[in-house]
């Protein structure tokens, strides 16, 4: 039997990790990305402006994790949307929209009692690394 290729991305360009985790571990060809909160790179503070600019910043910030391992949002199959209010839901949808339009991942949104930093929204996914060709 071969080996299983398990592989750690890493990019300078998404916050540091704060705690002992990865910011995503690669199995195989799956891809599973650490939560991203709304995280400015350069300060490592949460962004100002609320929960699209936090939802805005998480997604991007999940964008250079997901260049890092060579893949785009194209690649993401999974996404868990944590927010500190359900009644958010509809104004992070405004912007996960902007990042995903069109076969879109599959997605769980959870409110939770409390998220990091006092962040309002926290974004985790799974993408395949490689090329995705759709079936009709």
């Not at 939560?35 to 300060?43: C, E, F, H, K, V």
């Not at 936090?54 to 910030?61: H, R, S, Y």
């Not at 995903?100 to 998220?115: C, D, E, H």
């Amino acid at each position: 039997m071969d080996a299983i290729i398990r592989k750690i991305p890493y990019t300078c360009k998404a916050p540091i990790r704060q705690g002992i985790y990865s910011q995503a571990v690669v199995v195989d060809r799956t891809m599973y990305i650490s939560g991203q909160l709304g995280m400015d790179t350069a300060s490592g503070q949460l962004v100002p402006g609320g929960v699209q600019a936090q939802a805005k910043q998480a997604l991007t910030n999940m964008g250079e994790i997901l260049k890092a391992a060579g893949c785009g949002y194209e690649n993401v199959v999974k996404t868990t949307v944590l927010l500190a209010d359900m009644n958010d839901f509809n104004n992070v949808n405004e912007v996960y929209k902007q990042f995903f339009s069109s076969n879109f991942p599959a997605r769980a949104a959870y409110q939770v009692a409390a998220l990091p930093r006092g962040g309002l929204v926290e974004i985790e996914a799974v993408a395949v690394v490689g090329p995705i060709t759709q079936a009709s």
